[in-house]
């Protein structure tokens, strides 16, 4: 078991520019997440796929910020011109869709995102 | 709303003292609760969780029980280890996992 693994661990921007993160789940799980986490603050939902269907999307997630997961496995995070308020910890989880809801979700390490 | 309130930080305490942290929740429905810990530099753990009332999820040492009558899951712990500092969320999921904000906890020997 490898575990959640995210890429990059770290990625610093400028202001208005793109950027892409990585995530790639614990292989048989069905379901991921993305979460976003700010200092002092718990993890906030921001988007789940099962499987390659993106099943809900939260209302902080603006039309700057679109996920995927095309084969239903790694999924990408892409946030469009960026601004200094998307600066915050992006973390990606996985959970077996058998198990929900009680299932746990595992969480990568995340990726630190500061725009300057 | 659906939303979990845990107590604020920081807590202090010295090593081997009891520890309690509050948490309660609102939610339609009968959701799963979870305590989730986050040592420094590390990712989010699952500490311990609990699927139904009167369940009581435990490990480590630390127990919570689900209580569905004041919609609560208070972590807790008889002696705390330095070992223990970390920051605590407690969270509820029926379709995806939501978050309290976090309890930082601070042990000293």
């Known amino acids: 078991d490898t575990g959640v693994s995210q890429d990059p661990r770290h990625k610093i921007t400028k202001r208005g520019q793109n950027v892409t993160f990585r995530c790639d789940p614990i292989?048989?799980?069905?379901?991921l997440y993305w979460y976003r986490q700010t200092l002092g603050q718990g993890p906030e939902f921001l988007t789940y796929?099962?499987?390659?269907?993106?099943?809900?999307k939260s209302r902080l997630l603006s039309d700057r910020f679109s996920a995927e997961r095309p084969k239903g496995s790694f999924s990408t995070l892409e946030i469009q011109r960026t601004e200094q308020g998307d600066s915050a910890m992006y973390l990606c989880?996985?959970?077996?869709?058998?198990?929900?809801?009680?299932?746990?979700?595992?969480f990568g390490n995340g990726t630190r995102l500061t725009v300057t | 709303g659906n939303s979990v309130t845990q107590m604020e930080g920081p807590v202090t305490l010295s090593e081997e003292a009891f520890l309690t942290i509050n948490c309660t929740y609102t939610?339609?429905?009968?959701?799963?609760l979870f305590w989730y810990v986050q040592y420094p530099g590390e990712g989010l753990q699952l500490l311990l969780k609990?699927?139904?009332?009167?369940d009581k999820g435990s490990n480590k040492g630390f127990e919570a029980t689900y209580r569905k009558e004041t919609t609560s899951f208070h972590l807790e712990k008889g002696s705390v280890q330095v070992s223990d500092s970390a920051v605590y969320f407690c969270a509820r999921n029926t379709d995806k996992l939501i978050f309290g904000t976090g309890t930082r906890l601070q042990v000293f020997p």
């Open positions: 939610a339609t429905g009968y959701p799963s």
């Open positions: 292989s048989e799980h069905n379901r």
């Open positions: 609990a699927t139904k009332a009167d």
């Open positions: 989880a996985s959970s077996a869709l058998q198990e929900a809801p009680n299932s746990p979700l595992h």
């Open positions: 796929f099962q499987n390659e269907a993106q099943l809900e």
